[in-house]
């Protein structure tokens, strides 16, 4: 096989090779394009998670279509079986919600890094909020202690201990973007994650098979992949759940921030803004001119992250 910088390897035929493409998506012909895709060890190793969610999964759920092509009744069977397995599983009664966008609404979020001191109360909110496991204490937030001059993420540390603020840092929260180009969205053979009309980007959790693409795609290493199935108390479960969102997700699959759907899209604020003690974090509709974020973006000199890449976030940073 050979490979140059300009060019797509080449198989022992001579043959461009290239990620699958799935014309009409199906779970046999992911799987069948991934098999073509990897050696077989390679293969074997790769989806141990999804042959272990494979094999707690259903024959109702391993069947279910894509999220884009259920009628409402068979969104109401679906979210009805899930509200069961919560119970069954977790011991706990769930509601979960199908929350659409709210019509001319853009959400987008923003960050005053000269109030932000990394005390990091918004990775524990989000950490509650969304029903991340207990035991690795996943969140969809990270956030990195920062030395003064830079917006270079890879001089960040997210390990930082002691005293917060400290003179010579900075502190810079990154989550999901909720890019208007999102590359995560583009890589995905299945189709299973999507922006949305008000600019968030979801997963269709019971649709994602699982390949990593999209995670190793996000250039702001903002989504996280199910290891193992997530481990928390009955009595901490956070019960007000949406199909989109923060519902108790399978094991084997990518999943991300959603501005906490769930609440935004029912008027609320994201968990992590209302747990920020220090008021750094904003967050609204872009397209209403009366809002606070839209006075930001006009009367502040803003920052994105790695404008160079072209994802063009909705995800904003400002110092006063």
Known sequence: ?????????????????????????????????????????????????????????????????????????????????????????????????????????????????????????????????????RSTGQSYIRVLEMPKGTMDMEEGNTTYSGVVPKDDKFYLPVQCQQCDEPPCVDVCPVKATWKEEDGIVVVDYNWCIGCRYCEAACPYHARRFNWKQAEIPAEEINPDQSYLSNRLRPVGVVEKCTYCLHRTRRGKLPACLEACPTGARVFGNILDPDSNIRWILENKRVYILKEELGTKPAFFYYFD
């Not at 599983?89 to 001191?117: M, Q, W």
């Not at 109360?121 to 950490?127: D, N, P």
């Open 1 to 133: 096989m050979t490979t140059t910088n300009d060019s797509p390897p080449k198989g022992e035929d001579g043959r461009d090779r290239s990620l699958p493409v799935i014309a009409n998506p199906s779970r046999r012909t992911a799987v069948k394009g991934a098999f073509a895709t990897l050696g077989a060890a390679a293969f074997v190793a790769a989806v141990s998670p999804l042959r272990q969610a494979a094999e707690r999964t259903s024959a109702a759920e391993f069947m279910q279509s894509h999220y884009k092509r259920l009628t409402d009744e068979d969104k109401r069977k679906i979210i009805e079986r899930l509200e069961a397995e919560a119970k069954e599983n977790h011991g706990v009664e769930v509601e979960i919600a199908d929350d659409r966008p709210i019509p001319g609404t853009k959400f987008v979020y923003a960050i005053n890094l000269s109030v932000c001191n990394g005390n990091g109360k918004c990775v524990e909110a989000c950490h509650k909020e969304n029903n991340h496991d």
